[in-house]
């Protein structure tokens, strides 16, 4: 802001304060504002319009006729002054007759003034009225009086707000209507079908009072806000899930940037000098900042935008004390979440109940987040490029994961044809419900065990929903990523004991934690305090377990003790040579022979197995197969290591193909070593959920699937379909001369035996 903008503002606000502090009644007040703001821009005409039932309506004006107040009325989008709500832009014009979306009204008289300013007067981000001066002369209004409008457009919206005078729920309908319907596109994470308003994972805040009562203590608060946001940006950087490289570097770096931004500072004090709270400068700046980005055509910069929207938001929730996600403040109802990204633990904090979907600019289809949406049945879509500057809080919105597209503000006819193809999807899962009791076998009669993948208490029922053939693999760490605090023994054996209740003769494969990588907890910290540079090669799973071995040793008594008088099978994550396993197991046989001299009732049997994601193990394999029972690979541990991408990196989301021959190859090997010894294999990462993926490992000779509960009814109709000895040949075929597109050949070998792949 200038100083004459600053000077202009803070003689309105000064008389303003005074104005919202009297005790007269809402509409007297609008009064005095006209006639204050007019005198002071030296305005013949100054008018502001409300919104009321969905149309503009004058509500006070000076220098126009007083006979058109509550009665001119606009629509969004009509005249100048609809133009203005509609885009919640502000418009300045000497001769305001040559626009093109002028309309004249005759009532107001208003054919003697030529020129016209007006801004949007904003609630929620949405426009909920329009604050206009006119003038005889024909002349463009100056940047400073422009300025001074849109800070004045901020205290009205508070007066407005505590009078009442708008249907604030009307406004939000209106906001639909002002920028009508938009589709986003993205990449399929989980599929499904889910309708809810928008919820931002980290709310925008809401500003209650605009006008300061003590400017210099807005500024401390301000001062001490900046310190605080640049203090959690600098601890942000050196956090191990930001220290992956790629785009959160980037996008940390332009945090710092913008953190330490002098200009940006100084316009927020200008805002403070002119009167405002801290809050309401600091919105006020970034108001400006977006119409004038609004201007500029460059996704680069629309990128950076929404860096500089985060940041002012995080600002404003330190200033203003509102610092928790909407997780802290509970979903009303349904709902689809809108993020940048988002970790596990921040997702399990959501209400089941009412959260319907997940939609990021980020994600990746094997990072935690999505399998632990995967295995709580939410939809999820995510690279969606400009998804904060499209979708307002609460915007209604339709995601169609499967199509990996989501629609914003639909029309009511788009929303019937969704509500169509939500009863057609009820319906798919009714004929998947109903193989809950088919034990899935191929056409020439193999029969192939399906189980599920969980790793929370509530997963446990769907054994019983999908008639799964047992938990393949139990993800110990999640019950580490949902507590504050590292869980008890006890807390870990009861949920251990629950679960093999639960399932009673089918088999629970338990997973010791795998914590690390993209499954940080805050109160597990490294010694050294530092963030890793490459966290999923880094210090995780069974590196952890075995360096801090007491919180193996913790959880090997908790699972010995949960399964007393029953079958126990233990899996090692992560293991990468022999001895890891050695090591390992060593830890459980210890514990083992302290219950034994304590003369407690012991598991009937152990079976301990390894996860192989470490691609080294393979070349080791001969060498561990005596020693284990069963053998569960990660592929989505694997198939990072093996092209050397990093599974949660978005960028990489769509590099790699399961399908494809340098996989497949391997898991062949695998399969062939494993021929013979005894050793149980499966597969337990998210390829086996996936038809096509699914039957290329049938085709590998894989018998075994562990998978998300989702895709227990999907896969069983494809094995039923299936000829293992046809798919076997087929896919020596295709791994002895790769064709160039092998998911395209294979899709069509698959539509040609009537397999639905998709
Ligand atoms: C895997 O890596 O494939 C796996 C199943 O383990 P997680 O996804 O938990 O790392
Ligand atoms: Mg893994």
């Known amino acids: 802001m200038t100083s004459g903008a600053v000077e202009a503002a803070r003689t309105i606000l000064t008389s303003l304060h005074e104005v919202m502090a009297s005790r007269s009644n809402a509409q007297a007040k609008l009064n005095t504002v006209v006639e204050v703001i007019g005198e002071s821009l030296d305005s013949e005409v100054c008018s502001i319009y409300l919104l009321r039932e969905g149309m503009l309506e004058l509500f006070a004006t000076r220098g126009l006729a007083q006979e058109a107040v509550h009665v001119t009325r606009m629509a969004v989008g009509e005249g100048l002054v609809g133009t203005i709500a509609d885009q919640t832009g502000t418009l300045n014009l000497a001769e305001a007759a040559a626009h093109p979306d002028f309309s004249y009204r005759p009532e107001t008289g208003e054919d003697k003034f030529h020129s016209f300013a007006g801004v949007p007067i904003v609630r929620r981000e949405r426009a909920v009225g329009v604050l206009c001066v006119q003038h005889v002369e024909p002349r463009r209004y100056e940047e400073v009086e422009i300025e001074a409008l849109q800070t004045v457009a901020m205290v009205l919206s508070e007066l407005i707000h505590n009078a009442d005078l708008i249907d604030e729920e009307n406004a939000g309908a209106l906001g639909s209507a002002q920028i009508g319907p938009e589709q986003l596109r993205g990449l399929t994470l989980v599929k499904g079908l889910a309708s809810g308003a928008a919820v931002y994972h980290q709310p925008r805040v809401t500003i209650e009072h605009v006008v300061a009562e003590d400017t210099e203590a807005e500024r401390q608060r301000v001062i001490l806000a900046f310190e605080r946001m640049r203090e959690q940006i600098d601890r942000m950087a050196n956090q191990a899930e930001f220290g992956v490289g790629g785009e959160h570097e980037e996008v940390l770096e332009t945090y710092r940037m913008f953190a ?191 189980m599920i993948n969980a790793g929370l208490r509530d997963d446990v029922a769907n054994l019983n929903l999908t008639g799964a053939d047992g938990i393949g693999l139990f993800r110990t760490e999640f019950q580490f990523l949902v507590s504050a605090t590292l869980p008890q023994r006890e807390k870990q054996t009861r949920l251990y004991r629950d679960v093999m209740d639960a399932a009673g003769d089918r088999p629970v494969v338990f997973r010791t934690v795998d914590i690390g990588g993209d499954k940080t907890l805050p109160y597990l910290r490294h010694d050294d305090g530092e963030g890793e540079e490459n966290p999923a090669m880094g210090w995780r799973a069974l590196r952890v377990a075995l360096e801090r071995d007491a919180l193996l040793k913790v959880q090997a008594r908790a699972l010995l003790e949960a399964a007393a008088g029953r079958p126990l099978n233990v899996m090692f994550p992560m293991v990468a040579e022999p001895w890891e396993f050695d090591a390992a197991k060593a830890v459980f046989e210890g514990q083992l022979a302290w219950l034994r001299g304590q003369k407690k009732v012991l598991p009937d049997a152990i079976r301990y197995g390894v996860m192989l994601e470490v691609p080294a193990l393979a070349e080791q394999l001969d060498l561990l197969a005596p020693k284990i029972s069963f053998l569960s690979i990660g592929t989505n541990d694997l198939t990072q290591f093996l092209f050397a991408a990093d599974r949660s990196n978005p960028k990489l989301a769509e590099r790699y193909d399961w399908l494809s021959p340098a996989i497949l190859r391997f898991l062949r090997r695998v399969v062939r070593m494993l021929d013979g010894t005894g050793v149980d294999i499966s597969v337990c990462g998210e390829m086996g959920g996936r038809r096509l993926e699914a039957l290329a490992l049938l085709g590998l000779g894989i018998r075994r699937m562990s998978i998300t509960p989702a895709a227990i009814g999907p896969i069983k109709e494809l094995v039923g379909k299936v000829d293992l000895a046809e798919i076997t040949t087929a896919m020596e075929g295709w791994l002895a001369s790769p064709p160039l597109d092998l998911r395209a050949e294979m899709s069509a070998w698959a539509a040609q035996r009537d397999i639905h792949v998709d």
Not at 405 to 411: G, I, K
Not at 427 to 446: F, I, K, N, S
């Open 260 to 450: 330490y931004d002098e200009g940006w500072t100084r316009r927020i004090n200008e805002a403070i000098d002119s009167g405002l709270t801290a809050e309401a400068a600091i919105e006020r700046v970034q108001q400006r900042t977006r119409m004038r980005m609004r201007q500029i055509d460059d996704p680069l910069l629309a990128d950076r935008m929404h860096d500089l929207e985060d940041l002012a938001n995080r600002l404003l929730r330190i200033v203003s004390g509102q610092i928790g996600t909407a997780a802290s403040m509970g979903l009303r109802n349904d709902a689809i979440l809108i993020a940048r990204n988002l970790g596990p633990a921040e997702l399990l904090e959501y209400d089941k109940r009412r959260l319907k979907g997940v939609i990021l600019e980020e994600g990746s289809l094997t990072s935690h987040v999505v399998i632990v949406a995967r295995a709580m049945g939410i939809p999820v879509l995510g690279r969606v490029r400009g998804l904060r500057g499209v979708v307002r809080e609460g915007d209604p919105l339709l995601l169609d994961a499967d199509q990996g597209t989501a629609l914003v503000r639909p029309s009511p006819g788009v929303v019937e044809a969704f509500d169509t193809r939500f009863a057609r999807n009820r319906e798919r899962q009714a004929v998947y419900a109903g193989l809950r009791d088919v034990h899935p076998t191929t056409r020439d009669g193999t029969r192939i065990k399906v």
